[in-house]
C-alpha cells in the first residue's frame, strides 16, 4: 500500500505531520464496524493520518468509575484495530486523539486511558480538545455544566499537566483545539512547549485569516476540522457544495468540489481532515490539485460576500451565543447567532 502524494508539514518540535488526514468522527455511538472499516479502507487509500478523539461517537459518557477516571465512549478502540490490522509499520502513521472536557482535571489518567484503548504503542498528537473543563459528575461529556474560565481547573493548568505527558515519550506532540487568539493569549505566556497545532473549524466561510496569522507568527500550524463545511438543513441554508464560486473553479479544473476545498486549505499552509465513507470521495479528497493565485484569491474572499463569513458546525449554529457552557464571548469568537461580526 502506497502513501499518498501529498505534503508533509514539519511541526515546531520537528515532528512530521501529514497535511490530509481523516476525521474519525461519526456524530453517534454504535458505530464501531463502519468506523473500522472506514479506516482499514482509508490505509489502503493512502491516508497516514487519523484524527479521533476520547468522547468521539456519542454526547455523554458513561459514569461509571474505573480508578477513578470515567469511561467515556468515543471510537478510539475501532480506530486503533484498524491502524494494527492494516500491516503498515506504526512510524508511518500520525495518529491524533484528545482529552475530554471531564477530564481536565485528570490528564494523566485520561491519556492513560486513550493509550491503552488504541493499543497502537503511542500517541503522535494529544489534543487540549476545548478550553473548557466540564465538570465530571455532570453525566456529559459535551454538557453545559463546566467550569468558568477562571476556576480550577482552568486551560492553563490542564496544559501544564499535559506537558508532563511528554516526559514518558509515549506522545510525540501536544497541542490545542478550538483556542481562539483570545485564549492563546492567556495561554501562551504560561507554556513551556508551545503547541505544534490548534485545531478549530476552518473553511472557505471561515477562513481564520487573523488566527492564521497570529498562530504562524508563534509557529502554530492551524488544523482544519469541518474542512468541507456541513450540509445545509433547515437552519442551515448556507453549503459549500450549493456554492457557485467553488462549482466553477471546480468545473474549470474537472475536479470535484471537495478537492477545490481540500487544496485551497493545503495551499494555504494549513492540515485539514474530512471525514468520508465513501470509496470514491476518499480518493478524491487525498488526490490534491494546484490552484492557481487568482483561484486562491477568489476562495480566500468567499466570506466577504453577504451573510458568509460565518460556522458551519453544527455544534455552534444555532447554540444562542454558548458553546458547551462558554459563552463566544469567554471562548473569543467574534459572533453572532454564528456569523463573525467583523471581518
Request: hydrophobic share 40%; charged share 20%; with cysteine.
Given at each position: ?9 514539519t ?40 484524527d ?9 459518557f458513561?459514569?461509571?468509575v ?13 480506530v ?18 484528545k482529552?475530554?472536557?471531564p477530564a481536565?482535571g485528570?490528564?494523566?489518567?485520561a ?8 493499543d497502537?504503542?503511542y ?35 490542564t496544559w ?37 497545532t490548534?485545531q ?18 508563534k ?16 437552519d ?20 470535484d ?20 465513507e ?33 460556522t ?16 463566544f ?5 467574534n459572533?453572532?447567532?454564528g ?5
Open positions: 500500500m502506497m502513501t499518498a502524494n501529498i505534503p508533509f508539514y511541526l515546531n518540535n520537528g515532528t512530521r505531520m501529514p497535511s490530509v488526514g481523516l476525521g474519525c468522527w461519526m456524530g453517534i455511538p454504535g458505530e464501531d464496524e463502519r468506523v473500522y472499516h472506514m479506516c482499514l479502507n482509508a490505509i489502503k487509500r493512502g491516508y497516514r493520518h487519523f479521533t478523539a476520547a468522547g468521539y461517537g456519542a454526547h455523554f458513561i459514569g461509571v474505573f480508578e477513578g477516571l470515567f469511561s467515556f465512549i468515543g471510537n478510539e478502540k475501532q486503533g484495530k484498524a491502524i494494527r490490522d492494516s500491516g503498515i509499520p506504526r512510524n508511518e502513521i500520525f495518529l491524533t486523539t482529552l475530554p472536557n481536565h485528570k490528564v494523566q489518567e491519556f492513560e486511558e486513550s493509550l491503552k484503548t488504541l497502537c504503542e500517541i503522535d498528537l494529544y489534543l487540549l480538545h476545548w478550553p473548557q473543563a466540564g465538570k465530571p459528575d455532570s453525566g456529559e461529556a459535551w454538557g453545559e455544566d463546566v467550569y468558568r474560565p477562571h476556576e480550577s481547573p482552568t486551560f492553563v493548568e501544564k499537566n499535559m506537558e508532563k505527558l511528554l516526559e514518558g515519550g509515549r506522545v510525540k506532540s501536544i497541542g490545542v483545539s478550538n483556542f481562539s487568539i483570545k485564549t492563546l493569549e492567556v495561554l501562551l505566556p504560561q507554556c513551556t512547549i508551545i503547541p505544534v490548534n478549530v473549524e476552518m473553511h472557505p466561510c471561515l477562513p481564520q485569516h487573523d488566527l492564521k496569522k497570529y498562530c504562524e507568527s509557529g502554530i500550524i492551524l488544523t482544519a476540522y469541518s474542512p468541507l463545511g456541513q450540509p445545509a438543513g433547515p442551515q441554508p448556507i453549503s459549500l457544495f450549493n456554492n457557485d464560486t467553488i462549482k466553477a473553479i471546480a468545473s474549470k479544473l474537472n475536479v468540489l471537495a478537492q477545490v476545498l481540500l487544496s485551497w486549505g493545503v495551499q494555504r499552509n494549513t492540515a485539514v481532515i474530512p471525514k468520508t465513501n470509496d470514491a470521495r476518499m480518493k478524491s479528497n487525498i488526490t490534491l490539485i494546484q490552484l492557481s493565485a487568482e483561484d486562491m484569491k477568489v476562495i480566500d474572499e468567499l466570506h466577504l460576500q453577504p451573510n458568509m463569513h460565518r458551519l458546525a453544527f455544534s455552534v449554529r444555532g447554540s444562542k451565543g454558548k458553546v458547551f457552557g462558554w459563552t464571548e469567554e471562548l473569543g469568537w459572533m453572532v447567532d456569523v463573525v461580526v467583523s471581518k
